[in-house]
């Protein structure tokens, strides 16, 4: 599944943890509070942290506190429908490294997501 | 398990942990190499120093600081020794960066140089304890100008119903009257009494009230009959259940800034000529005028007056002649008016007098006596005596110049009779409809 794919909320929702263990990119599953319910292995190596580690942790304040501003959690916050990527900075283990986070939202989906993948 | 895969597993419990510790450390901590490229940076680094970079990256700390701190990098430079501190909790004001952001962002920085290669970075956001700092500085320099100027300040305290409860030596002082002079009375009775004494101590008991506290700038009286200009702040006391049970008083004199702001006031509103008031000092005290008379009701009078074939004084005795005319002029007409009333040059030769609390029968009398004193006039000029005389138009606010345009153009078609009847004379405006 391409990272840009339009239908890429839609099709996270259905996918299986194994499907998302096979991508190449970062995934982050919250719920609606902003619990981690989804922590994908890319992701997992990416920044150190096992699922065990971080899962049911919320997201924003007790995880990743970088993204707790108005770039990535006051979109989150504000509005009800998102879908946009936009370039960031991820220190993973201590390395700051250049990413896209593309940030998906939809009232009628059970979780919201971060999709974080590497920029040149 | 063997006991090298135990060791392993351990190993990265314990690196997960440290990971975890350092991704939710609330400082910005940074390793850098001696150019400022940022080699290791925890999240809150990233969260603080982004806020800062024009782009979504940070490959510099140095670059990305130089904009708000220009300094720091000949800081760096300037650090010849090895190792040492570069800035240690330096203050780095940013200012508004991002639309969502509550408070300007403030840093303080930390920057320690361990080797040629190595500098470590520790910022912490103070944005808010700054804020609070600014705040405080702003309510301390707004006390101190408040204080400024102030000669003296009386502390007293009255009941819920305004009678004086306490009164101290500073408030004997301010106020010159003894504690049993004013003990159980109506606080009302320090308010100077030309100024509704009692309406706006209610008011100002009544706002306290509501709100907790109530400030106030006004007149005040003393006991020799003096006033004196005061701010006034009060505040609710309460017993010991949070009831409350009267008021407290502080009271400042401000005269002399009071009497400075008149004195400035009163020169950008005064012909430098005669003295009288000019003509945007005119408009404004008949609008004044206007807005009392509509909230009052009380008649006032307004009287034109023009020195008669001033033309002929300027051609006979030059330019000086006229000018010792209008000044002479002006003085007669103070003498005549009473100290509320308004004298104002709004021409060459063109005078206003606005009469507050006067019907038609006053503002002729007061018209009357202007004409006489200025026929009784002998201007000395050089070797000449100059008289002259003057006509005056008398017009009283009603229903037919009921707006300061309107009642100008009648007391004006009062003074165009006057002239056309001969000059030396008043005329009066007809009477308002009953």
């Not at chain 1, 096992?50 to 995880?63: K, N």
């Not at chain 2, 009286?221 to 409350?244: H, I, M, Q, Y």
Request: contains cysteine; proline residues 5%; aromatic residues 6%.
């Amino acid at each position: 599944m391409d990272f840009e794919h339009p239908d890429l909320h839609r099709w996270l929702e259905e996918a299986s943890d194994e499907a998302l263990d096979a991508l190449a990119y970062g995934v982050i599953g919250l719920a609606p509070d902003g619990v981690m319910e989804r922590y994908n292995t890319f992701e997992s190596k990416l920044s150190g942290m096992s699922p065990a580690r971080v899962l049911g942790r919320h997201f924003f304040t007790e995880v990743a506190p970088c993204t707790n501003n108005f770039m990535v959690a006051q979109r989150f916050e504000d509005l009800g429908a998102l879908d946009e990527s936009l370039p960031y900075v991820f220190t993973l283990k201590m390395r700051p490294r250049k990413v896209t986070l593309r940030l998906l939202r939809r009232p009628d989906a059970r979780r919201m997501y971060i999709i974080v993948r590497e920029r040149a | 398990m063997s006991d090298v895969d135990a060791l392993v597993a351990q190993l990265e419990r314990d690196n997960e942990a440290l990971l975890d510790f350092l991704y939710l450390c609330p400082l910005a901590i940074a390793q850098l190499d001696g150019e400022g490229g940022v080699e290791m940076m925890n999240p809150a680094g990233a969260r603080i120093f982004m806020t800062l970079s024009a782009e979504p990256e940070i490959t510099n700390l140095l670059d990305v600081l130089a904009p708000f701190a220009p300094t720091l990098r000949a800081s760096v430079a300037d650090l010849t020794a090895t190792a040492g501190t570069i800035c240690e909790n330096q203050r780095i004001e940013v200012g508004q960066r991002a639309p969502g952001q509550a408070l300007p962002l403030v840093l303080t920085l930390t920057l320690i140089k361990l080797n040629a290669t190595k500098i470590m970075a520790v910022a912490a956001d103070v944005s808010r304890s700054a804020a609070q700092e600014r705040a405080a500085q702003a309510t301390e320099v707004r006390f101190r100008a408040v204080l400024d100027g102030v000669r003296d300040y009386a502390i007293f305290a009255v009941d819920l119903a305004g009678r004086v409860e306490t009164w101290n030596k500073s408030a004997e002082r301010l106020f010159g009257y003894a504690a049993e002079e004013v003990l159980g009375r109506d606080h009302s009775m320090l308010l100077a009494r030309t100024h509704q004494p009692r309406e706006r101590s209610a008011a100002l008991l009544q706002g306290a009230t509501a709100q907790g506290w109530a400030e106030d700038e006004g007149w005040w009286g003393r006991k020799e009959s003096t006033r004196f200009w005061g701010n006034c702040v009060l505040s609710v006391a309460e017993d010991a259940d949070g009831r409350p049970v009267g008021f407290t008083h502080i009271v400042r004199d401000l005269t002399r800034r009071k009497r400075n702001e008149d004195a400035l006031r009163s020169l950008a509103h005064t012909d430098p000529l005669t003295g009288a008031t000019n003509r945007r000092g005119f408009d404004e005290a008949l609008a004044a005028e206007f807005r009392r008379w509509g909230a009052e009701g009380e008649p006032f009078c307004l009287i034109m007056l023009d020195a008669d074939h001033f033309k002929r004084v300027n051609d006979l005795h030059g330019h000086p002649g006229g000018d010792a005319v209008l000044v002479a002029l002006a003085h007669a007409c103070r003498d005549q008016l009473r100290e509320c009333d308004l004298f104002a040059r709004v021409g060459g030769e063109e005078f206003a007098l606005l009469l507050p609390a006067t019907d038609r029968p006053g503002g002729r009398a007061a018209a009357e006596r202007v004409r006489v004193a200025v026929e009784s006039l002998r201007v000395a000029h050089g070797a000449d005596t100059i008289r002259f005389t003057v006509s005056l138009g008398v017009a009283q606010v009603g229903p037919a110049g009921a707006t300061p345009e309107g009642l100008v153009a009648l007391a004006d078609a009062a003074l165009y009779e006057a002239k056309r009847r001969g000059r030396n004379r008043v005329v009066l405006a007809p009477a308002p409809d009953p």
